[in-house]
């Protein structure tokens, strides 16, 4: 049996949403990110999958897991009922239920791939703090505001493919950006006794779309597991992958 497997799910949007609200995870503007995040663990425990990518309503909920489909599935059914019910994990009239399936994780070098995924594209500085990739680089232009965001984006995710060697990007077009706010526990302050709080982080959440080739084989499959650049546990970096067009 596979050890990495695609699966989906149909979260209820109303269920999930009083889930969270009840819980204290519901993000500003009903942002669900790190809802989900919790959600994900609570229901599934160490065999957790990650990345994930919720779509929306529609489409809804996409992720890779790094344990056997059989595994996943008893970890479904040891979920709470409320959870499992806003979750879509069973089969019943408003969803589909929990679909598992094997995912291919040897893919030979040149080989030619469609892909989606959306992404934070942040860069840090030398004090570790996070900047628009954009920004960031109009820093280094001297404040230089002529440059596009889509291309300066670009160039983020294609030196997110390249520096380990996993893939080179083809062609690829931003096919959504807009601010969103997530919502994450701060941590907790074992010297002052300050326990962990709920805060929003507001920042990038762009989809790209594209074409991409394989170079390194087996960076390109860690690529996948770890999902691409930060925010992972927030429902970004998944790299969702189709047959190349032409």
């Known amino acids: 049996m596979s050890k990495f497997n695609l699966m989906h799910c149909q979260p209820d949007p109303r269920m999930f949403t009083q889930w969270a609200a ?4 519901l993000g500003p503007g009903g ?5 989900m995040h919790v959600a994900l663990h609570e229901a599934f425990g160490e065999r957790a999958p990650r990345p994930f990518y919720y779509r929306d309503a529609r489409a809804g909920l996409l992720a890779y897991a790094q344990c056997r489909a059989d595994e996943l599935r008893e970890a479904a059914s040891l979920a709470n009922p409320d959870l499992a019910a806003a979750l879509g994990l069973d089969c019943g009239p408003r969803s589909p239920g929990l679909n598992v399936r094997s995912f291919p994780m040897q893919w030979s070098a040149g080989r030619a791939l469609g892909f989606e995924v959306r992404v934070r594209p942040v860069r840090r500085d030398r004090d570790g703090r996070e900047h628009d990739a954009l920004h960031f680089a109009i820093e280094r232009k001297q404040n230089d505001d002529r440059l596009n965001r889509e291309e300066v984006y670009r160039q983020w995710l294609e030196r997110e493919f390249t520096a380990s060697g996993a893939a080179k990007l083809v062609a690829t077009r931003m096919t959504r ?8 526990r701060t941590q907790a302050d074992g010297k002052s006794g300050a326990m962990r709080r709920a805060e929003t982080v507001f920042g990038l959440d762009a ?3 594209g074409q991409l080739t394989v170079d390194d084989p ?5 690529l996948l597991k770890r999902g691409v650049g930060r925010h992972r546990s927030f429902g970004f970096g998944m790299l969702l992958l189709r047959p190349a067009v032409g």
Do not use: K
């Open 22 to 25: 009840r819980r204290g995870w």
């Open 31 to 35: 942002n669900i990110g790190y809802a």
């Open 177 to 184: 950006f807009h601010l969103t706010g997530v919502l994450r």
């Open 207 to 209: 989809v790209f779309s």
């Open 218 to 222: 087996d960076a390109f499959a860690l």
